[in-house]
């Protein structure tokens, strides 16, 4: 194992660029609302203008007679969608949108017409004149603000050791943080162009995170044979988890596709990118801490409640972090959901822990300004050396190490514990930190390695790289263990027709289909090593090898995941922790990032560049999610009123200082043959409480409920 | 979008012609006026381009600073003169959305932006100046960027622009080409309070189109600044936005000209301030003391009322910058 680890890290591998970087800047990289089909048509849904109640009627004469219109679908004249039934066992909630399906309005935006035009602004303009009449209910969308609302998921509180002991020590404190509701907004909006082949075969060009999980969902909707329908996402333009189901504007296109017999495309707009597709939650949180005078915890007490839709619940883990980031002997969690009449929330990058997060590296940088510890020596006079959870061994953890490399290189020693105590310029100057943990995840995947006669390596499965570099990723190991430059090596993903691969998500891409590719070329060069007999050579002349046996390539298709034994034995995590230095302006409250350094232990790192933008990536959402991004809602109306990127704010290049990637580096040998864990939840979480905890070093003021706008420091 | 005719006008006397007709609206560098026409804010049945007017000088008249109304943003910005003489101008300019933006938007367009009350961008929402008669979704909504001076019950919509408060600041006049002739108009006077009328965001009538601004000759120069308090460092409209300007001889302030952005349904000029500053010395608490007067009959709503608080910080602040304490 040790000897597999060293070789695979190419010492070639630090510093190569992306492998599709220029064909992205450049405009060559084709997404999924760039294809052209033969007659391609266009799609446009009008969103319900309510909150909650039914639709009784939908004026769509206009719209028909507008000049270009092809069909304009409503839920009264929409041909059914074999696979949209209404499950047959009743159940507390109706279940996901089945778009055009029946009258009900679960929220604002919902989707309840589509216009088919043969250009874009016909079927935008048409779109504008259909009208619907509605039979109006009460809605709710205030988000919870107590632990009395909601119900629990997973019923039960989860307590280890003793319950609220934190009550007890003494040193304590208890306080509410909020994280309102967050969208995740890739710059590609969500786009699909679906296009019939037959009565019973489609294509489909979509913004997906899993090419076959897609297939097979639309499969399933329109009563169809997986194998007759492909996904085709070769590039995709951000998604955070956004695009790890299928929504109802896509099965909306496909419907249309058929009803028109045209290609249909339908592009989202940036405002139905708040209301359907996902969000993260707004989620109320209560911590309770408590700690003897040494520092050591005594207790935490973590209480969430998430917002979820009325017809769907979502549940994810804030409070999970409690329960695994420190060695604490009692810890008590509470979790909820509250329904309302918003779109279903879904993954947001760092899920749950990015959220938890905040709330538990908040109220641990409270405490160390209780016992006078500085927050560092907290954190490691409570460092967990087995999951505190089950006791397990990690399968590698060099958290303290990242401690220590981050604290250096942001100049720790320059931070003062009294609040406000420094000054600059005529701007405060405060230090913070935090970090996170994300489970260290290795799905199953399979690979395709075929070694052609020019010697070049073709590598195939069906994975999609949503920004992190995967591809490039890919192509480093495979050189590696081929021995063959990165210029031979050619990494075909992003197709449901390819090899299995799960969907991007969860940070488990390159530990599984890496873990894939390795298993892949070794065999690969293994049975190259076997045709020249004589136990082979550690670096084969393949193209002559080729040639010389009177062979047109040679391939292996190989499926690879962790071993149970593994799993078993070992709790698997990635750790990070960001340091941050900020300026807050004393009298207009504005908050400047001076510098960030973000430390990431997942392992060894493959891709040093790829890695260490995407820990940059991952530092700056978390620094959206600490000082802008707020989606918000006017409850009268229960419609979100900054739906746009004028009003919905994301970080932009001049809130971004020099940003400093660390990586522990060391490989863990457990969970693949490289050593390499994911990364892109940690980079994000932990990042808000490091701004939200500099800025009260530099004022004085302790902001829970995020974002942290210049009106809450005045 | 709705279908539209689109022409390009080839002289002054034939916009002016052409936009007496109801339905005509003019596009110069249709940042604001596109985006308004996706959502459906507005449908004109005709545009007409006023690109190719020789509308885009600046240079030096009798009368000052002469700046033609398709001078794009960026330029005005980055001119000599400008940057010379109305610094001011210059910091407000590029202070203002971003560089793809102000490389399309031109001096009357910036004029002539509307407000970015979310619930007028919406045509789901009540709101009185797209709808007149619907309602003003802002009070009793989300008003935090809304405004807290000159407000009605009818509408409490900020103006957007950073350039407008800096002319306000700096005495600029318009100059109007109408169906009747030529009219100047000072540059406090061009824009509007909601009042009965939302739907008005100024006093240019039918058939009128803007020429130029001219920005008379001042000792500001050396101590001029913009302050523009936003949400994030760029790409965001003001919470408060301050231009500063004062004429300081022999440390005492002979002249003051102070003009706020996001706080009123116009750029909102501080005639009182300026009185009281005249004469003074350019203290930190000279400064503190006139900015209080500044907020005088301001009235906060539901989410805005930090504006009472940032609002006179933030001109302390610029007078500050501008007199050199920081
Ligand atoms: C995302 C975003 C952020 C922005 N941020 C800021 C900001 O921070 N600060 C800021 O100040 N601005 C900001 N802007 C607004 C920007 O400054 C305006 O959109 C721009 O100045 C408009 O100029 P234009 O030439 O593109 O106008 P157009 O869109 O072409 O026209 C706007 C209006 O002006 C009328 N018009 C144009 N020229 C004349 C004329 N000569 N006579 C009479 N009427 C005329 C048009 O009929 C139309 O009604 C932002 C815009 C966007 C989209
Ligand atoms: S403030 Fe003015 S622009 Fe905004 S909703 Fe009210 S009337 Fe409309």
Redesign the interface.
Known sequence: MEEAIKTAIPSSADGMSRIDGRAKVTGKAKYAAEYRPDGLAYGVLAGS?IAKGTVTAIDIARAEKA?GVLAVVTHFNSPKVPGHQKPKKPTKKAGPILVFNDNVIHYNGQPIAMVIADTY??A??AA?LVKATYNKQAHDTKPPSDISMGIAPWGKDSVRGEADAWKNAPFKLEQEYVIPTEVHNPMELHAIIAKWDGADKLTVWDKTQGTQATRDDIAKAFNIPAANVQVIAKFVGGAFGSALQVWPHEIAAILGAKLVRRPVKLVLHRQDMFTSVGHRPYTWQKVGIGATADGKLVGITHEAVGQTSTYEDFAEGPINVSKGLYACPNVTTRYKLLSLNIGTPTWMRGPGEATGAFALESALDELSYQVKIDPVQLRLINYAKVDPENGKPYSSKYLDEAYKMGADQIGWENRRQEAGAVKK??WLVGYGMGGGMFGAYRDSATVKAVMRADGTLLLQTAVTDIGPGTGTAMVLIAADIMGLPADKIKFEMGDSSLPNAPMQGGSATTATVGGAVYDACTELKQKFQKLIGNGGTDNPDYAKILSDKNLAGLDVTTQSSLGADAQNKYSMQAWSVHFTRVLV?P????V?IDKVVSVADSGKVISQKTARSQLIGGAIGGIGMA??EDA?I?H??G?Y??N?F??Y?V?????IPQMEALFVNKPDSHINAMGAKGMAEISLIGMAAAVANAVFNATGKRVRDLPI???KL? | ???FQYVKASSNAGVITAISKPGTKIIAGGTNLVDLM?R?VTAPDRLVDITHLPLKSINITGKGLHIGALALNSVVAENALVVEKHPLLAMALKAGA?PQLRNMATVGGNMMQRT?C??F?????PCNKRAPGTGC?AI???N?MHAIFGTSSKCIAVHPSDMCVALAALDATVIIAGPKGQRTLQFTEFHRLPGEHPELDNHLATGEMILSVEIPDNNFAKNSYY?K?????????A?VSVAAALDIQNGVIRGARLAMGGVAHKPWRLFEVEKSLIGKKPTEENFAQAAQLAMQGAKAYEYNA?KL??AP??I??ALKHASGL?
Request: proline share 4%; aromatic share 10%.
């Open positions: 203008t000049p602004e016909r935008l303009y504008s310029d005529g302006h009298a207009t409250g504005v400047k000082l802008m918000i006017d009268r109306y419609r009123v900054n746009n004028a009003d704010h970080p932009v290049n001049a809130d706008t210049p009106d005045i | 979008m709705k279908q996706k459906g971003s970015r979310t619930y961008y919406d045509t789901a929402m979704g009793g909504g989300i935090r302050l308090v936003r949400d994030r460092q760029s790409y965001a409209f919470l930090f608080k940032l910080a933030t302390a602040e920081v």
